[in-house]
């Protein structure tokens, strides 16, 4: 099994920036990727930002590429979410995602979940 704890979020004026941190304990071997979602009021769940854990290619949703940075540190088993030049629009509880196995095994795991708020 696979834990995820996030932190990070929080209240920020447009154009501010905020970091979320996304810590996985358990079978953290397993893992083959991990990603940040995000969910807005009356909207579906998308992705924003994933991250492979071994070498390490990123791929981004349109709304946020050269604004966010993925990251990780293996060492640590942690995931980063670098959000710069935040907009209202951003506005939504982001979800840490990691997934084990590939093709017919796979399972995702989440976190909690932290809201991020961005006021204009």
């Known amino acids: 099994q696979v834990q995820l704890v996030e932190s990070g979020g929080g209240l920020v004026q447009a154009g501010g920036s905020l970091r979320l941190s996304c810590a996985a304990s358990?079978?953290?071997?397993?893992?083959?990727?991990m990603g940040w979602y995000r969910q807005a009021p009356g909207k579906r769940r998308e992705l924003v930002a994933m991250i492979t854990t071994s070498g390490g290619s990123t791929d981004y949703a349109n709304s946020v590429k050269g604004r966010f940075t993925i990251s990780r540190d293996n060492a640590k088993n942690t995931v980063y979410l670098q959000m710069n030049s935040l907009k209202p629009e951003d506005t939504a509880v982001y979800y840490c995602?990691?997934?084990?196995?590939?093709?017919?095994?796979?399972?995702?795991?989440w976190g909690q979940g932290t809201q991020v708020t961005v006021s204009s």
């Open positions: 995602d990691a997934r084990v196995g590939y093709v017919f095994s796979q399972k995702d795991y």
């Open positions: 358990g079978s953290i071997n397993s893992i083959n990727r």
